[in-house]
Structures are given as C-alpha cells and as structure tokens.
C-alpha cells in the first residue's frame, strides 16, 4: 500500500486523537487514555513539534509519532537532555503494512539529525528490538526509582555521550502521567467504543511489572 509520511501539524491533532484511541482502544487496558495523552502534549511545554510526525494514505492519517523532551539525571545532579517518543500507533485496519516501522525510522532519523544524543522510551521490546532498541540497563540507566524496567529502551545516537561509565537515571516528562479525572468526560467526544477485557492486557500487565537485574 501506498502511504507517506510527513510532519505533523495542528490541524491534524484532532484526527491523531482518533486514530491514538483506536489503535490503544482495549489493547492495554479496557478502553484506553492514550488519546487523552497525546491531546494533553499539544499544550505541553515538552512537546516537541519538530518531531511529530503522521502517516497518510488516500488524504487520511493512519498512524503517527510525537516525540518528547526528558533527561538523563547522573548522581551529582547532572543533566542529559534527551528525547522519548510516545504514542507511537497505526490504525488496526493498516497495521502490519510497514507504516509502524517507518514512522519509528523516521522518528529516530530525525531525532539524531536534531543532535539528541539518545530516545528512550517505554515500551514492548517486540516492537522495538528491530530498530535498534536495546535495555536501558546495558548502558547504566535505571528508572527514576533505580529499577531496571524490561520495558526501558534505549536507541544510542551518540556513542561519545553515553559510554555506560556513568549511572543515569531516566526521568520521563509529567505529560504521561495522566490524569484520569477527566478522561470519560473528554471520551465522549468521541464515538461509543465498548470497553472490554483481553489477552493483551494480562500480558501488558506483566511487562509493566517486569524488571531486568
Ligand atoms: C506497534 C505499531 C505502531 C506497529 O505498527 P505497524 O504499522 O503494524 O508496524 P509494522 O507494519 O512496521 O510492523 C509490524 C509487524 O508487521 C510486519 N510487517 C511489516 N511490513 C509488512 C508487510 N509488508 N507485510 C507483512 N508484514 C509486515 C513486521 O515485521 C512486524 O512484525 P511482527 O508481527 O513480528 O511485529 C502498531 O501495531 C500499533 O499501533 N499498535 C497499537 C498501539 C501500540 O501498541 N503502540 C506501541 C506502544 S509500545
């Protein structure tokens, strides 16, 4: 299939909800907050427009990938500003096609052309082994907690900067915390989804309780 990716813009960022709530709607969980995430980033002083990227086939966005700005913190304090991308996501009708893989081949492209030094992001390693993600654990960085989560994955893009001489905690930006106060009130802007529970999810949730030593 056909498709092009090209940078995102504002007027596409209601589009980007639906396709962010389609592509997460019960994988992870019954229903999802992803979209109420991605909306909440367009504001957020981590975001990062540069790399926001959308895939498009036939004048429709199918998938996308919005990056943003998080640090490396070592025991005196110091800072290493670097990037995470997330939500990444495809619209379930296209997935499988290579649009996933692109938007991360783009992403990461551009994120080393910008001069970031490494992307780390929390996420299955199915996904992301392929493009080069390796445990954050293999280069010294642990969670903000000192852990080592399996899910903590590294892409290096600059080998001088991240030696693994160095302990690095990864702090990630607030915008993921999301709160869930608000998220039935912002999902009935959307279409009636039914919530339900999966396989997905249990697995889900032993990742997300999974730790390398
Ligand atoms: C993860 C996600 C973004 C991947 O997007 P995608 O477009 O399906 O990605 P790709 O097509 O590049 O790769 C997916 C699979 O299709 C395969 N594939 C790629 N091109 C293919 C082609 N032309 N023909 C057949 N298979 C193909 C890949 O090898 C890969 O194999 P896998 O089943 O072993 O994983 C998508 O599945 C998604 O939106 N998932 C829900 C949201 C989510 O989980 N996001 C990530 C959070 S960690």
């Given at each position: 299939m056909e498709f092009t990716?090209?940078?995102?813009?504002?007027?596409?960022?209601?589009?980007?909800?639906?396709?962010?709530?389609?592509?997460?709607?019960?994988?992870?969980?019954?229903?999802?907050?992803?979209?109420?995430?991605?909306?909440?980033?367009?504001?957020?002083?981590?975001?990062?427009?540069?790399?926001?990227?959308?895939?498009v086939t036939e004048d429709k966005i199918v998938?996308?990938?919005?990056?943003?700005?998080?640090?490396?913190?070592?025991?005196?304090?110091?800072?290493?500003?670097?990037?995470?991308?997330?939500?990444?996501?495809?619209?379930?009708?296209y997935?499988?096609?290579?649009?996933?893989?692109?938007?991360?081949?783009?992403?990461?492209?551009?994120?080393?052309?910008?001069?970031?030094?490494?992307?780390?992001?929390?996420?299955?390693?199915?996904?992301?082994?392929?493009?080069?993600?390796?445990?954050?654990?293999?280069?010294?960085?642990?969670?903000?907690?000192?852990?080592?989560?399996?899910?903590?994955?590294?892409?290096?893009?600059?080998?001088?900067?991240?030696?693994?001489?160095?302990?690095?905690?990864?702090?990630?930006?607030?915008?993921?915390?999301?709160?869930?106060?608000?998220?039935?009130?912002?999902?009935?802007?959307?279409?009636?989804?039914?919530?339900?529970?999966?396989?997905?999810?249990?697995?889900?949730?032993?990742?997300?309780?999974?730790?390398?030593?």
């Open positions: 990716i090209r940078k995102g813009k504002p007027s596409d960022n209601r589009e980007v909800e639906y396709v962010t709530r389609e592509a997460f709607w019960n994988l992870y969980v019954p229903g999802c907050d992803e979209h109420l995430t991605i909306h909440n980033i367009w504001t957020h002083k981590d975001f990062i427009p540069d790399l926001y990227y959308v895939a998938g996308c990938i919005v990056f943003t700005a998080s640090h490396l913190e070592d025991e005196n304090s110091a800072q290493l500003e670097i990037v995470t991308f997330g939500p990444v996501c495809v619209l379930p009708d997935q499988h096609l290579g649009i996933g893989g692109e938007l991360i081949r783009k992403g990461i492209a551009a994120a080393k052309e910008m001069g970031y030094p490494a992307i780390i992001i929390l996420g299955d390693p199915h996904n992301y082994c392929r493009h080069g993600f390796k445990n954050s654990r293999d280069y010294n960085i642990s969670n903000s907690e000192g852990k080592y989560p399996l899910g903590q994955l590294l892409h290096l893009l600059d080998e001088s900067k991240i030696t693994g001489s160095v302990k690095w905690r990864f702090v990630y930006s607030d915008v993921y915390n999301v709160s869930h106060e608000n998220l039935e009130e912002y999902d009935r802007q959307f279409p009636v989804k039914e919530k339900c529970v999966k396989p997905s999810q249990v697995l889900f949730n032993m990742l997300v309780r999974s730790y390398i030593e």
